[in-house]
């Protein structure tokens, strides 16, 4: 019986027992990344007209997350124009575009 344990042992790989001398394993980096990290980043690297960068940073994140982040982003701004400017959000967007008033 204790043969077939230890065979199972060492098919299974959760079965398996670290060697005591290994040493432990590094810590894993981060696995995701942030959307909104990736978004800021990807913004602010097409505003300065850096297209490595905002190629790096589009690259970090899926690219419907990437669109959801820039969204989001843009919202914001837009919203702390408007307060800043004490106007409509519509009013700056359409300015921010070089569009006619309504």
């Known amino acids: 019986m204790a043969r ?4 199972l042992r060492r098919l299974l790989p959760s079965a398996r027992r670290a060697p005591e001398t290994a040493a432990p394993a590094p810590a ?3 696995q995701g ?3 909104f990290e990736a ?12 297209p490595v960068r905002a190629e790096e940073a589009a690259s ?6 990437l669109s959801f982040g820039v969204n989001e982003l843009a919202c914001r701004a837009l ?6 400017r004490d106007e409509s959000p519509t009013t700056v967007a359409r300015s921010l575009l ?5």
């Open 4 to 7: 077939v344990t230890e065979r």
């Open 28 to 30: 894993r980096p981060r």
């Open 33 to 35: 990344h942030n959307l």
């Open 39 to 50: 978004a800021a980043e990807y913004v602010a690297a097409s505003a300065e007209d850096d």
């Open 60 to 65: 970090r994140v899926s690219p419907g997350a």
């Open 79 to 84: 919203i702390a124009l408007a307060r800043e």
């Open 98 to 102: 070089g569009l006619r008033s309504e």
